[in-house]
């Protein structure tokens, strides 16, 4: 059996597939036994012998980068690694970002000689074809892959922490229903697979993927009329589509009264599923889902774009302007407008306070509050 090198064993080798000279040291052995090494490569015997001298100071106060990793192995094992709780649809979200703005770009760079300046031209060449949030998120991906290398000792540092995001491009702007479209897309959803999905997404503020993994057995089109206090009848949002079936946040978890439109809507949706489940047969699946394929199985998010905005169009709207999210910030706009105070409007939506509410839906709430100038009006009437 061959005797296994010692640390900080190594030479210089004439590599003949390269033409160049090799100079190779030892930092170490896998779990499998097999030798790890750090190597250089030079024209030059002498060039050779300054780079040895290099790996062998490098190894002596400790530092152990691999001079031939590069950028895009570092994003590739980050993505297939790196995100062991993350959701399918998340993972294959970032791979395609790294592939599309990554690694064509950075991919072949050796991560050791990566700088913060190449880092800062290339984010600023990206920001001329991307929105500021899909930068955050490219820079994201790269700044992780990187960190991750640096705990491995495959780099010495991590010079993507050094770089700011810059202004992207605006982002696709978000916009609400009037009450007039609103009720265009609710009369033009009548007799339609996708009528009580509308009702209840808009009259209910609920999210697409909460609305998606929503089961029956989470729903109650009946409550207790003669209870104290009387229950309504209710939906949970318990659910979500995401990883483990777990809702956005803890704050989300909510029990949400249905408007008689929604239990209208649902009772008719029950019918129709019955019915699609005895057309269906041994083909049918059933996992108790309100919204469900021909099938019984979960709806595919872009089927459910796709169906909302042929419902869109017949409504008179441009189907392309519009997703299904835009339910959801239709429902804070039309009860904004209802002069629904924030704080109850968030508790609605799930948020963990109003500051979230106003952040992100600050263009479907009232610009001007008006509560304090009625009451003074009132107050020091003349």
């Known amino acids: 059996m061959a005797k296994q090198r010692s640390n900080g064993d190594g ?26 090494t750090r190597r250089a490569y030079a024209k030059s015997k002498t ?47 970032l791979t395609i970002l790294a592939n599309t703005h990554i690694i064509p770009e950075l991919g072949a760079r050796k991560l050791r000689e990566l700088t913060a300046e190449e880092v800062d031209r290339w984010l600023a060449v990206k920001a001329e074809v991307l929105s500021t949030r899909s930068l955050r998120e490219v820079l994201s991906v790269l700044r992780r892959a990187v960190a991750r290398a640096q705990k491995r000792e495959k780099v010495r540092r991590n010079v993507v922490l050094l770089c700011e995001i810059p202004e992207g491009r605006p982002g696709r702007p978000s916009k609400s229903l009037t009450l007039e479209q609103a009720e265009a897309v609710l009369t033009a959803a009548e007799g339609t697979p996708m009528r009580a999905y509308i009702v209840v997404s808009l009259l209910t503020g609920a999210r697409t993927e909460e609305m998606r993994a929503l089961t029956w057995s989470h729903v109650d089109l009946v409550g207790k009329p003669d209870a104290t206090p009387p229950i309504p009848p209710h939906m949970r949002v318990w659910r979500s589509v995401r990883e483990h079936g777990d809702t956005k946040t803890r704050k989300s978890r909510r029990s949400l009264a249905l408007p008689r439109r929604c239990v209208e809507a649902l009772k008719a949706h029950q019918v129709k599923q019955d019915f699609m489940r005895t057309l269906a047969r041994e083909r049918w699946q059933e ?30 709207l441009n189907a392309k302007d519009w997703t299904p999210r835009e339910l959801r910030h239709s429902f804070v706009s039309l009860l904004s407008d209802s002069g629904v105070p924030i704080e109850q409007i968030s508790r609605l939506m799930g948020h963990n306070g109003t500051a979230v509410t106003e952040l992100v839906y600050r263009h479907q709430l009232r610009p001007v509050i008006e509560h304090g100038a009625e009451a003074m009006d009132r107050i020091f009437a003349s």
């Open 11 to 36: 030479g210089l080798f004439w590599e003949e597939s390269r033409q160049r000279w090799r100079a190779e040291i030892t930092v170490g052995y896998t779990a499998g036994g097999k030798r790890r």
């Open 47 to 93: 060039e050779a012998k300054n780079k040895l001298k290099e790996l062998f100071k490098d190894l002596e106060d400790g530092i152990a980068e691999d001079r031939r990793y590069t950028v895009a192995q570092a994003v590739r094992d980050f993505l297939e690694f790196g995100l062991p709780r993350r959701s399918i649809g998340t993972v294959e979200k």
């Open 287 to 316: 996992n108790d889902l309100v919204f469900s394929s021909a099938v019984g199985t979960e709806l595919d998010a872009a089927n459910v774009r796709r169906a909302f905005r042929k419902v869109a169009e017949k409504a008179g």
